[in-house]
């Protein structure tokens, strides 16, 4: 079975430049989240889809990100204009949303963003 | 808050010798841990996790045991292999708080470095 699929797996841009990311989960995981890491920190939770509704963005930066996730499938996350402290890895992954097996998440490879 | 705190890294060892990581939380509710692992260039993988109190999760000689008397979910391995150098993470989802499936909160991570 395939795992969570992203795509650019890398990315260079200049600041003020427009980027998005794309993301494929897991098939039959209803709930999909967006992570953010900076260079030696552990990842920081973006936003959480539960099928195609968004049920958690506090912590995305909606000055400049901006994410969907139509027919609550692949998702897409945007962030315009990008600055340089944007420069991290934007993970994506995916659960089932199931308590009962203590809700196991599992991430794709990444998408490196650097912005000079 | 939910939070997770783990030991500064790096932590530098010889091949066949004895890793401890250690874990410790704060969460509101009933939370799951985790420990994921993730290899240079690569995205977080799930090593193993355990969803109630003194269950213990295991995975390739990697150990831990969910303490809910000490707030503890320490890493163990009796010998480790030049293979396991990575950063691993701890994590929990708390149960608890919210609707749906919760998030994740990461630990800083810890590098582990395996000498020959």
């Known amino acids: 079975e395939a795992g969570v699929v992203q795509s650019p797996r890398y990315k260079i841009i200049e600041k003020k430049q427009p980027v998005a990311f794309w993301c494929n989960p897991i098939s039959g995981h209803n709930t999909l989240y967006w992570y953010r890491q900076n260079l030696g920190q552990g990842p920081e939770l973006l936003i959480r889809y539960e099928n195609e509704e968004a049920v958690d963005d506090s912590q995305l930066p909606k000055d400049r990100f901006s994410a969907e996730r139509l027919k609550g499938v692949d998702s897409t996350l945007k962030i315009q204009p990008a600055e340089l402290g944007d420069s991290a890895v934007y993970l994506c992954?995916?659960?089932?949303?199931?308590?009962?097996?203590?809700?196991?998440?599992?991430f794709g490879e990444g998408s490196w963003l650097t912005v000079v | 808050g939910n939070s997770v705190t783990q030991m500064e890294g790096p932590v530098t060892l010889s091949e066949e010798a004895f890793l401890t990581i250690n874990c410790t939380y704060t969460?509101?509710?009933?939370?799951?841990l985790f420990w994921y692992v993730q290899y240079p260039g690569e995205g977080l993988q799930l090593l193993l996790k355990a969803t109630k109190a003194d269950d213990k999760g295991s995975n390739k000689g990697f150990e831990a045991t969910y303490r809910k008397e000490t707030t503890s979910f320490h890493l163990e391995k009796g010998s480790v292999q030049v293979s396991d150098s990575a950063v691993y993470f701890c994590?929990?989802?708390?149960?608890?708080?919210?609707?749906?499936?919760?998030?994740?909160?990461f630990g800083k991570g810890t590098h582990l470095i395996i000498q020959p």
């Open positions: 994590a929990l989802s708390d149960m608890y708080s919210g609707g749906g499936a919760d998030g994740l909160t």
């Open positions: 969460a509101t509710g009933y939370p799951s």
């Open positions: 992954a995916s659960s089932l949303g199931d308590r009962g097996s203590g809700n196991t998440i599992y």
